[in-house]
């Protein structure tokens, strides 16, 4: 008879591509976990590792464990979520991870339903660049992780995506700030504060001021939105924002809106793995914005930054 111990050191195994990472996971070293495959490997009567160059590769028995695994270890989550359900405690986490450049306002307004479920759900946000985020997703790190775009190709069979908002892009800026003629071409060497390089909508604005040939005056790149609008209520420039947003950013009368831009449309998903795709905050966000689990987008391109797991 197998142990679960020893499935559960080769699930990390799998799917994280590594046993020194396995190790690093669950604490223990490269020998313990390779040991402990081995004697599941003899109970099974089959090799399910072999080595590949300087990593290691899942045989097709491997492929069919690990199968089985996913589907072993995702049930005892689910149990977890459904007695923490059943008996209304507070301790059940909901680890959720948010792209640093995600405007806080709109942040605040994403975590809106999952804060409704208090105290029945304990929440706790990470932000991070995308990278790092998928790399703890993909580790199981993460139960579900917000972003402004689909994940990368090379991720988007393992994940759940769903598109929670999208909105056209605005600009905002102090009351006293103000641009003359139409946008985007009242931007030519306007005070601009830009979003940082991870942000898809830093690509977006720049693809449309080549396009109509305008050169903002660049004040700076920033990954914190937060830190972009204090800046601007400083004086120190424009800043985009979804114009979903306008309310929001602009009750104090500090900021004014100065426009949409048409051409470009922000969108923001929710990714989760599919063993998780249950837990109840996650349920609750797709419930709320995405009530007709709207049809997966198209991938993002494989050039995406995402964290190789480097092999022993």
Known sequence: MISLKQLHHFWLVGRTGSIQRAAETSGLTPQTISGQ??????????????????????????????????????????????????DERPSLPYRLGLLDIVPKSLAALLLEPVLEHRPRLRLSVAEEPLPRLLSELMLGRLDALIA?????TQLGHKLQCRLLIESQLALYARADLSLTGPLPQSLDAAPLLLPGEHSATRLALLQLFDEHHVTPHIVGEFDDSALMRTLAENGAGIFPAPAILEPTLCESGVLRCLGSLPDITEHYYLLTLERKRHHPGTQALLHRFAPDHQPEPPLASSDSE???VPHP
């Open 37 to 86: 495959i081995g004697v599941l490997e003899g109970a099974l009567g089959r090799r399910l590792l072999r080595r590949k160059g300087r990593g290691i590769e899942l045989t097709e028995a491997g492929k069919i464990a690990l199968r089985y695994a996913e589907r072993i270890f995702g049930l005892t989550e689910e149990l977890e979520a459904a007695l923490a359900h059943a």
């Open 148 to 152: 402004d775009g689909p994940p990368p």
């Open 306 to 308: 995402v964290p190789s």
